[in-house]
């Protein structure tokens, strides 16, 4: 069984993130920011969302645990502050339901989405410039990267919320996620 852990950085969907992939048949465990990455055994990690990028905990230290990594929100804007990215403040703030086009359909976390896709997301905060080796796979009229990825790193974002009722098909970006972490441990076991 596939084993992803969720790290908590104090997001108020958090909660939701663990049971989307519970209800999936994930075993998945929540875990503190703060936990050391030697202690982390998982085939896959989900950076959730939170409200303050100064409360990261070890989440640079987990980008080089070499197994797949999903930032959500804040999550994504993790990975690409600490690889070269650049993020800053959104011109539109909070929570609001926003269309989102699917630049790359063969990404394998977003790719299989409709090319029109309607999220909930934050925007006071957003990446604003995607880190080298990285591909953005969406983007919206509010903001320029609403998802990116590096697929040979196992690195990949989004900056809408799959987690909850609002955003369309965001089971499915969590199922993308399971077949990339079982993907990848099944290669290691090779």
């Known amino acids: 069984m596939t084993h992803i852990d969720v790290i908590d950085n104090h997001g108020q969907f958090t ?10 048949g994930v075993d998945v465990e929540l875990i503190d920011n703060d936990t050391p990455p030697e202690e982390i055994d998982a085939d896959g990690l989900v950076l959730s969302g939170g409200p303050d990028i100064d409360r990261i905990g070890n ?6 645990l070499d197994i797949p990594v999903f930032g959500i929100c804040l999550g994504m804007q993790i990975i690409a502050d600490e690889r070269g990215g650049r993020v800053g403040g959104g011109e539109y703030g909070g929570y609001a339901d926003v269309t989102v086009e699917i630049l790359d359909d063969e990404d394998p976390l977003v790719g299989s989405l409709a090319p029109e896709t309607r999220v909930w997301a934050s925007h006071a905060d957003e990446v604003k410039e995607v880190p080298e080796g990285f591909e953005r796979t969406a983007k919206s009229d509010v903001c320029g990267v609403e998802a990116m990825s590096n697929v040979e790193d196992g690195l990949y ?3 809408w919320h799959p987690e909850v009722a609002h955003t369309e098909r965001g089971e499915e970006v969590f199922e993308n996620f399971i077949a990339i972490c079982e993907e990848k441990a ?3 076991e090779q």
């Open 15 to 24: 909660h939701l993130e663990q049971r989307a992939l519970r209800d999936m």
């Open 59 to 64: 989440c640079p230290e987990y980008l080089d």
């Open 157 to 159: 974002g989004v900056q």
């Open 186 to 188: 099944a290669m290691a």
